[in-house]
Nanobody
Framework: QVQLVESGGGLVQAGGSLRLSCAASGSAFSINAMGWYRRAPGKQRELVALITSDGRTNYADSVKGRFTISRDNAKNTVSLHINSLKPEDTAVYYC?????????????WGQGTLVTVSS
């Protein structure tokens, strides 16, 4: 069984910065993509950023230039560096991992971490 543990959410003023981290633990798995989604109040969950095993990244248009995703394959961790925060970035952020735990392909989600941006 693979579990994700997130950290780094909190309350921050607009224009501030934050770093979210997520660590995957378990046994006998191989991670493909890792990423972050978010669900803002009253809205559907949306992709924020994704990074593949070979380092290719994909960002939502609304966060390009402000958010940076990175991963450490040796530690099975993914981080999201958030700069120039805006009130509309307020949301619960969920870590996401796409992996193989032979012979099964799995998508695993973290419990979510709340980011609140005050104006």
């Amino acid at each position: 069984q693979v579990q994700l543990v997130e950290s780094g959410g909190g309350l921050v003023q607009a224009g501030g910065s934050l770093r979210l981290s997520c660590a995957a633990s378990g046994s006998a798995f191989s991670i493909n993509a890792m990423g972050w989604y978010r669900r803002a109040p009253g809205k559907q969950r949306e992709l924020v950023a994704l990074i593949t095993s070979d380092g290719r990244t994909n960002y939502a248009d609304s966060v390009k230039g402000r958010f940076t995703i990175s991963r450490d394959n040796a530690k099975n961790t993914v981080s999201l560096h958030i700069n120039s925060l805006k009130p509309e970035d307020t949301a619960v952020y969920y870590c996401y991992v796409d992996l193989w735990a032979a012979p099964t392909h799995l998508e695993v989600w973290g419990q979510g971490t709340l980011v609140t941006v005050s104006s």
